[in-house]
Structures are given as structure tokens and as C-alpha cells.
């Protein structure tokens, strides 16, 4: 299995508060990304990481915000939490960026907004 | 734009029944193709996957055919197992548009029974 950790695993806060996901991984992974997964959505992406310091947007990142001060750690942060943003996140990491590479997912957070 | 279309779940089977999940995309050049499972609680972990039209990618009994003519990657396996009880996702990478991000379809649960 490929080295990823998430914190917190679980989470419940109040709707205004900030809240912040952290992904960890081992295998010195360049690519590294956050997906939020909702029912009947799959899997959407929220950002991406390409190198330290470097960060994209995905398909549904208002409300989100990312960092990347080291290669093995990738945040990610909720200024506002919302009750939209209860979902349950993973982080992923890739060794390249090519339409062939395989992602590797960690266990995910589950995040609750009341 | 990408996208992808699975048949819609909760799919039952029983124990060593034959297993088909549909899947059809809509992207433009030429996208790699990919089936992750989700065990309960866990993250997502690749299946299989096929880089170009004609290939079959395989692993656990499980296998797919990249059907460029039909737009189609569908999961087969041919005797199930209660291990098997998951969520699938169908998924693409489209390396020809310069993008690299994963498209997934919303999954297909599936439950054996002995």
C-alpha cells in the first residue's frame, strides 16, 4: 500500500468555523491532490499540487483553499465551513503527471458541518 | 468536456454469479481508462486500468476491454465472491486534451451474497 495518511479521520464542526485536512505521504510523490466524494457525484477534484509551493485549482474549489510547504504534506482548508461541505475527502498522491499514471488514494477524512 | 457514465447500483449478486458493470465515457483524444474499488471505509484503490483502444487490463479475476469503436470499458468478472462487495468506479484520464485529471463516473455498489 502505498504510504498515505490523513488527519483527522473524522471531524465534526459548526457551520463558520475554519477547519483544515492534512494528507501525509512517504513515497516522495511530485503530485499530490484533494477530491471530495458525495453521494451519486463519485469523486470530484478539488485541488491539485504539482510541487512545493505549486497548486491548481479543480473542478469545485470555491470554498477551499490548499498549501504545500513540503513535499510530503499537502493541506487543505476550509475558511468558512459550510453544511455543503460536509463530505467525506481524500487526498491522492501520483508519481507523475500523465494520462497513464496511477493515483493513490489515502483513507479519507470524514467532515460533518453542522 | 469528460465524462463518465456507469450502470446505477445497489447491484446483487450471489456468490460465483457472472459480474458486468457498464461503463461509457464521452472524451475528446485519446484517454486512459480505469476501474478503482472502494472497500467499506476505506479509500479508493486501483483495479485495473487500459492506456489504449484494443487493450485489456485484468487483475483479480476482474477485467476490462478499452472499446474505443463503443466508448466503452466495462468490468467483468466471472465468479464472484463475498470479498468482492464494494463500490466501483469507472474512470478516465484524458492525456490528449493536456489535462491529466481524473474523471470518475459515481460508482456502482455491488453486494454478494452466499
Known amino acids: 500500500d502505498a504510504g498515505i495518511t490523513q488527519s483527522p479521520r473524522h471531524k465534526v464542526t459548526e457551520t463558520g468555523t475554519p477547519v483544515t485536512l492534512r494528507c501525509h505521504q512517504t513515497?516522495?510523490?511530485?503530485?499530490m491532490y484533494w477530491y471530495r466524494q458525495d453521494p451519486g457525484h463519485g469523486l470530484r477534484l478539488i485541488h491539485y499540487?504539482?510541487?512545493?509551493?505549486?497548486?491548481d485549482k479543480g473542478e469545485v474549489s470555491d470554498g477551499y483553499s490548499v498549501s504545500r510547504s513540503k513535499t510530503e504534506d499537502f493541506l487543505l482548508t476550509l475558511e468558512s465551513a459550510t453544511s455543503s461541505q460536509t463530505s467525506v475527502y481524500f487526498c491522492a498522491i501520483s508519481e507523475s503527471w500523465g494520462g497513464t499514471d496511477t493515483q493513490y488514494f489515502g483513507p479519507g477524512t470524514r467532515l460533518t458541518v453542522l | 468536456g469528460n465524462s463518465v457514465t456507469q450502470m446505477e447500483g445497489p447491484v446483487t449478486l450471489s456468490e460465483e454469479a457472472f459480474l458486468t458493470i457498464n461503463c461509457t465515457y464521452t472524451?475528446?483524444?485519446?484517454?486512459?481508462l480505469f476501474w478503482y474499488v472502494q472497500y467499506p471505509g476505506e479509500g479508493l484503490q486501483l483495479l485495473l486500468k487500459?492506456?489504449?483502444?484494443?487493450d485489456k487490463g485484468s487483475n483479480k479475476g476482474f477485467e476490462a476491454t478499452y472499446r474505443k469503436e463503443t466508448t466503452s470499458f466495462h468490468l467483468e468478472k466471472g465468479s464472484v465472491q463475498v470479498s468482492d462487495s464494494a463500490v466501483y468506479f469507472c474512470a478516465l484520464s484524458n492525456s490528449g486534451a493536456g489535462s491529466y485529471q481524473l474523471t470518475f463516473g459515481k460508482g456502482t455498489k455491488l453486494s454478494v451474497i452466499p
Open positions: 487500459a492506456t489504449k483502444a484494443d
Open positions: 472524451a475528446t483524444g485519446y484517454p486512459s
Open positions: 499540487s504539482y510541487g512545493v509551493k505549486d497548486t
Open positions: 513515497e516522495n510523490h511530485r503530485y
